[in-house]
């Protein structure tokens, strides 16, 4: 049996490729590497650099059970903080020598004779492991529209997932397509210095408010005192739970599973006073079908209309993926 390089290694240096090198180094499996595409260690956080960009379940849920943080300045911590987060994770743990920074993996196929992995880098190198581990997430890659003429726009046009911060938005005419995760929180950024700022939405998703608020100091101390890191976790988590995981899970057995989704339509009813624009921003799937949004209420539509669209396949995709032939999608103006 041929001995590969290494025992274990790990694509992406991400929250998941972090916490997968940690639990090896306490298993005793030291021998694995981290293949890293960036110049930094934290993923999601280290490529989106979007105005607002924040995590969307609060601060205390989102780190490791084994390194929780008494330091946290808001309830739903920005992007730059969860990075530092996970570049402590890195030093703390001694992970950054066993990471190839600005590497990217350019395939990876596993050999029955050798019974290991061969994986080729970008850079012209071949590694081999006897395991592998898929930590590159999918929030890294943007992932670019099919629509027909888009090429041929003559304004700037960006990704939030590679940001252009040299672009001053103020006073200019700005178009967003999507309303997940990453609109919910950009659109409040910008809307208040943009003219005019249209949204082009296909699918409407639950979006509940956001309850972010800077934590004092005087909250800081508080979790540093016995218990009180595990007592943030659980009101946290009991938080995430009754929001998401059971409002998907348990809808309509357990009497509290629909309480998401009532949280979601009041949100609606109480910020968007037009009912035929709060109708087209409301989803057609219970609450927990599909991961919910978070927003604080600065952008409130105005306006909305309609029309059927019949989506092309993927840029990315070398064949059609079958997509619905028609989806109704819906315009609306800040």
Request: aromatic share 10%; glycine share 8%; charged share 20%.
């Amino acid at each position: 049996m041929t001995e590969p390089d290494f025992h274990t290694l790990i694509v992406g240096a991400g929250f998941s490729g972090i916490g997968a090198a940690i639990a090896l180094d306490e298993a005793g499996l030291r021998d694995y590497v981290i293949v890293e595409a960036g110049d930094e260690p934290g993923g999601t956080w280290h490529w989106n650099t979007y105005p607002g960009i924040a995590v969307d379940i609060p601060s205390f849920s989102y780190q490791f059970s084994f390194e929780q943080s008494a330091d946290w300045s808001r309830t739903y911590a920005k992007g730059a903080e969860l990075k530092r987060y996970a570049q402590h994770c890195v030093d703390r743990y001694g992970l950054r020598s066993r990471i190839r920074f600005a590497t990217m993996v350019s395939s990876a196929v596993y050999d029955d004779e050798s019974d290991c992995w061969r994986l080729e880098l970008d850079d012209g190198d071949v590694l081999t492991a006897r395991f592998l581990v898929n930590a590159s997430g999918v929030l890294t890659v943007p992932n670019l529209p099919d629509i027909e003429g888009v090429d041929g726009f003559a304004g700037i046009t960006m990704h939030t997932a590679r940001w252009d911060h040299s672009q001053d938005l103020t006073g200019k005419r700005v178009a967003i397509i999507g309303t997940g995760a990453s609109a919910v929180q950009v659109i409040p950024e910008i809307a208040p210095i943009v003219e005019h700022l249209t949204v082009f939405q296909r699918t409407p998703i639950w979006c509940m408010p956001k309850l972010d608020v800077p934590l004092p100091a005087a909250a800081r101390r508080l979790m540093r005192i016995p218990g009180g890191k595990v007592l943030q976790r659980l009101l946290s988590q009991a938080y995430v739970e009754l929001t998401f995981t059971i409002s998907a899970q348990y809808y309509g057995v357990f009497p509290l599973a629909n309480r998401a989704e009532k949280m979601g339509r009041a949100f609606l009813r109480r910020e968007v006073h037009d009912p035929e624009v709060r109708e087209k921003l409301t989803p057609s799937t219970q609450s927990g079908a599909s991961a919910p949004g978070s927003t604080t209420p600065t952008c409130r539509p105005t306006t909305a209309r309609t029309w059927n669209w019949s989506p092309s396949p993927s840029r990315r995709s070398p064949a059609p993926v079958s997509p619905p032939a028609t989806a109704r999608c819906a315009r609306w103006t800040c």
